[in-house]
Antibody
């Protein structure tokens, strides 16, 4: 049973960097079959895909266009965890952030972290 | 990016009655391997989302058989044969054909 435990600050000031960590247990971040994603739910909007990292002999990344210029998703194999860094945040980045495991071959997002509410405010 | 739309955006339901949600994609989600890359998720109040359906019509592990998915190409439907009170929440379709994956706007299901 995969478990994803998220941590990080709940309040970030505008123009600063939002950083969250997702510790993975019951699986390996560098497995060759799956991917690891960050998804968010802003207060008045639906779910938004931010991006993912996946390992297929080397690391691959893909990011949503609306955050591509200021996002980084970093896997850490030594700690078996995934981090999210979102730079130059604005109040529009206020949301519940989720890390998630995506199965290969279109089998869906099968595991989700508990979610972290991040508020961007001075 | 592939744009996903859903209808209705709000769906009041009566327990025991059927319900359905439609989802449309801006381009076909059929891949050359024959699979259609469309998922359905439910986010219950106060919880993380959960996978209901993958590859358009495959129920995820542990999902009750009152949930079913159908459709092809660009038009898809999620059906609940008999709604139960625990089915309230936000329902999302998501395309997984092309990166970045994209979600529909969500359909809020609540009890009449």
């Amino acid at each position: 049973q995969v478990q994803l435990q998220q941590s990080g600050p709940g309040l970030v000031k505008p123009s600063q960097t939002l950083s969250l960590t997702c510790v993975i247990s019951g699986d390996t971040v560098s497995n060759n079959n799956d991917g690891w994603a960050w998804i968010r739910k802003p207060p008045s909007r639906g779910l938004e895909w931010l991006g993912r990292a996946f390992y297929r002999s080397k690391w691959h990344y893909d990011y949503a266009a609306h955050v591509e210029s200021r996002i980084a998703i970093n896997p850490d194999t030594s700690k078996n965890q995934l981090s999210l860094h979102l730079h130059s945040v604005t109040p529009d980045d206020t949301a519940i952030y989720y890390c998630a495991k995506t199965r290969a071959l279109g089998q869906g997002i099968v595991s989700w972290g508990q979610g972290t509410l991040v508020t961007v405010s001075s | 990016d592939i744009v996903m739309t859903q209808s209705p955006l709000s769906l009041p339901v009566t327990p025991g009655e059927p319900a359905s949600i439609s989802c449309r994609s801006s381009q076909s989600l059929l891949q050359t391997n024959g699979n259609t890359y469309l998922d359905w998720y439910l986010q219950k109040p106060g919880q993380s989302p959960q996978l209901l359906i993958y590859l358009a019509s495959n129920r995820a592990s542990g999902v009750p058989d009152r949930f079913s998915g159908s459709g092809s190409g660009t038009d898809f439907t999620l059906r609940i044969s008999r709604v139960e009170a625990e089915d309230v929440g936000l329902y999302y379709c998501m395309q997984a054909l092309q990166s970045p994956f994209t979600f529909g706007p969500g359909t809020k299901v609540d009890i009449k």
